[in-house]
């Protein structure tokens, strides 16, 4: 099966790479869930990642957020980005990935043009609509920090629950999603839409990668069982 997946490979001019949170977890970053450990163990997600949480306590959601931030900056992207990222820079133009993932490991492994739909935790956005006065650079500092004028907060630059994914992003995903020539869907467990449905939006093929069954394994014309440290650097080499 392996052979005829880079079959595949060798022959698709538009590829698209759809990650999930079992890639991040090779390099060690625990899952959304896996996270609530330590000081965090007495609260559900979903009073961290809404905005009506923040809103309650914008000290213990960022404070939450930078814990995240901390740990992932400890973490190395593994085997299975640096594949992609090699592939993409011997092949430019042919490999789009579209991640589920907020921690920028295949950014920092070297993917350019990664489209991150569920936002990036590295980075901040406004609160409420900026004003004239909410400038990036001039922050009152705090946890959080704000805009010294009006008072706007700072919040992660991710996606709630109950929140939209951003709308450029998604459509550019879905877009690459109908003109591939093969998608690759890696360590994600196909539950998470809108994200999920572009294996079956797809025009092209479906590969799935994962160690487990998947519920986009009913999708896909071959279903590797692996992970993505171990099988991609071997379908991407030359």
């Known amino acids: 099966m392996n052979d005829e997946v880079r079959q595949w490979l060798r022959a698709a001019r538009r590829i698209v790479l759809l990650s999930g949170a079992g890639m991040s977890a090779e390099s060690g970053v625990p899952t959304f869930r896996d996270a609530q450990t330590g000081l965090w163990a007495d609260f559900r997600p979903e009073d961290l990642a809404t905005e009506e949480g923040f809103r309650a306590d914008p000290r213990l959601v960022w404070d939450w957020y930078q814990s995240r931030r901390e740990g992932v900056a400890r973490v190395q992207p593994n085997a299975g980005h640096l594949a992609i990222a090699a592939f993409q820079q011997r092949h430019p133009g042919r490999l789009l990935v579209v991640t589920q993932n907020v921690d920028g490991l295949h950014q920092r492994a070297g993917s350019p043009g990664v489209l991150a739909l569920h936002g990036n935790l590295a980075e901040d956005k406004w609160l409420e609509p900026p004003r004239p006065c909410c400038d990036p650079a001039r922050l009152a500092q705090g946890r959080p920090p704000r805009c010294p004028a009006c008072g706007n907060l700072r919040r992660p630059a991710v996606v ?20 591939c ?7 994600t467990s196909g539950v998470v839409y809108p994200a999920a449905g572009l294996a079956r939006a797809t025009g092209g093929r479906v590969v799935v990668i994962n160690p487990e069954p998947s519920a986009l394994d009913d999708a896909a014309d071959a279903v590797l069982r692996g992970t993505a440290a171990l099988l991609l650097p071997e379908l991407l080499e030359e």
């Open 181 to 187: 020539d093969l998608m690759l869907v890696v360590g």
């Open 160 to 179: 709630w629950f109950g929140e939209m994914l951003p709308k450029a992003e998604l459509a550019a995903a879905e877009d690459a999603a109908r003109g």
